[in-house]
């Protein structure tokens, strides 16, 4: 039968393949009580796996607050994914009140302990500005860390940063190389990545059959996202028939794998009535769970109803206080909108959404459209649409306003943007002294890139 300290880890590693389906037929009743055989003999992972069933991502009835005690179990027992998971709540507010800054200590504590998914999950805290200053260099230290201690997850995350240069230089090739990659690995995020490139070709010939092919094995993988990605296409007609009864059907299962889009797509079908009896109360039901699941986009969507009269009573206080706090989320819209995440990709609605976080006095959006004025130096400079002479001066122009905003986030205190601006002098400015000289100021204010750029650099 083993030793004693095999047995429990049996007990995990065979509830594991049955809560997977891996060589054997799936059953969570049977991966639960393995699950729990494996907790009572004091394996410090068991509780996790049980926590994540409670989660509602499968097999037992939802059960956030249980889940939680079973993440704070996992912490006694000495878990290293414990206090990542248990972070995992608390930055989606599940089952407990949304907390950020407690999401992103828990998941430096699983770090610590060797975790290799919290390194990727952390990494998109910073990438995605979630507790913390948004920081795309330590988003990409983080997903490399990740893939060192072999999540595949952080794969997928890495080729994103490429796909859409954030702290990095643009490259499709490279990005689509990580998905590749992420694929071998096993990740269904990579497979969906990939998907994405052939929707939208991206760094390749744009062909919605081969995007919708992968998009499905994506989905039969797991992945969280592939389901709306196919709504999507079925919504649109995008190279399949237009089939909103399909399109419904997939935008649920999205819901149930906890997609926070999820719900305002299929909200958007009840508005319209495509596919569906109109109904704006149903659809208000599903703006309101994209609200409570971090959707943000969510709260314009409402106060227009609420403005209306539609699917709730005419009201105009109500409609203004939903308005408002959709802009204060504007940085979020902007970097969705910059990156075309769950929106088309609209430079200059991001633009527009940064500008609006720059009047409230936000940092963060100062910083952000910096990086995009930098992006769009880039594609001038790459353009086939202007003339030498205008491509040079276009890009003159959007690296002046990019050096413009790294300054203005500098003035109102950010730290990063000393770093980003001491990038942008030594990629886009030529100028290897004042580069030096900003990296070493972004050192002495705790910025943790900043001491390698400098030896990197040969900085005096």
Partial sequence: MGSAKGFPDA???????????????????????????????????????????YQGEEGVTKNCHFAKKM????????????????????????GVVRDFQKARKLCELSLQRGDARAATTLGSMYQNANGVAQDFHRAKELYELGIKRGDAFALSRLGYLYETGQGVVKD???????????????????RYYLGRLYQHGLGVARDFQQAQEIFQLAMEEGDFEAPCALGNMYQDGQGVAQDFRRAKELYE??????????????????????????????????????LQMGWHRAFASLGYLYENGQGAAQDFHKAKELYEKGINSGDDL??????????????????????????RGSTEA????????????????????????????YE???????????????????????????????????SDELACQWMAKAKEAGEGEAAGKLVEWHCS
């Fill in 71 to 94: 993440y704070e179990i996992g912490i006694e027992m000495g878990s290293v994914s414990a206090p990542c998971a248990l972070g995992f709540l608390y930055s989606r507010g599940s």
């Fill in 396 to 430: 003159r122009i959007a690296l002046s306003k990019a050096k413009g905003m790294y300054q203005l986030a500098i003035a109102r205190g950010s730290t990063s943007a000393l770093r980003y601006l001491a990038l942008l002098y030594k990629s886009d400015l030529s």
């Fill in 253 to 290: 299962i999205c819901i149930e794998r906890h997609n926070a889009a999820a719900p305002m797509a299929l909200g958007f079908m009840y508005y319209h009535g495509l596919g569906v009896a109109r109904d704006f109360q149903k659809a208000r039901e599903l703006f309101e769970l994209s």
């Fill in 366 to 393: 100062a910083t952000s459209l910096g990086y995009l004025y930098q992006q769009m130096a880039h594609d001038f400079k790459t353009s086939t649409q202007y003339s030498p002479t205008m491509q040079e001066a």
């Fill in 334 to 359: 902007g970097h969705m909108y910059r990156d075309g995440r769950g929106v088309y990709e609209d430079w200059d609605k991001a633009k527009e959404l940064y500008e609006m976080g720059i009047e």
């Fill in 172 to 190: 499709f090739r490279r990005a689509k190389e990580w998905y590749e990659t992420g694929i071998e690995k096993g990740s269904a995020a990579a």
């Fill in 11 to 53: 007990q995990q590693q065979l509830g594991t393949l049955y809560r997977h389906g891996l060589g054997v037929a799936r059953d969570f009743q049977k991966a639960w009580e393995l699950f729990h055989l494996a907790y009572t003999h004091g394996y410090p992972e068991a509780p996790v796996s049980l926590g994540y069933m």
